[in-house]
Nanobody, 117 residues
């Protein structure tokens, strides 16, 4: 399965964006995750949505970000509100090994999110 992320852009602090991740294959039988890589940083896990629809978030985004999925469209979303400077990063999605935050597939090109005034 390959992934194409989109929806990033330049936004002011406090603003919102909705990212999309379109998969080339079926995803209904995978837990899915969003990750991000900030400038000079490693790629970190951000959020998970399980096969059953349960969600989990890194503490840094909890209450501000929402992960969702549309299995019919093989697409995962990340709605981001109250964006902060530190949310600036390239955002990626991936399938996950079940009940982990470990990615199990290949990476797409990501989508750049820049939070700046």
């Amino acid at each position: 399965v390959q992934f194409v992320e989109s929806g990033g852009g330049l936004v002011q602090p406090g603003g919102s964006l909705r990212l999309s991740c379109a998969a080339s294959g079926i995803i209904f039988n995978h837990d899915m995750g969003w990750y991000r890589q900030g400038p000079g940083k490693e790629r970190d896990w951000v959020a998970t949505i399980t096969i059953g629809g349960s969600t989990n978030y890194d503490d840094s985004v909890k209450g501000r970000f929402t992960i969702s999925r549309d299995n019919a469209k093989n697409t995962v979303y990340l709605s981001m509100n109250s964006l902060k400077f530190e949310d600036t990063a390239v955002y990626y999605c991936n399938t996950l090994w079940r009940r982990t935050t470990t990615p199990s597939g290949s990476w797409g090109q990501g989508t750049q999110v820049t939070v700046s005034s």
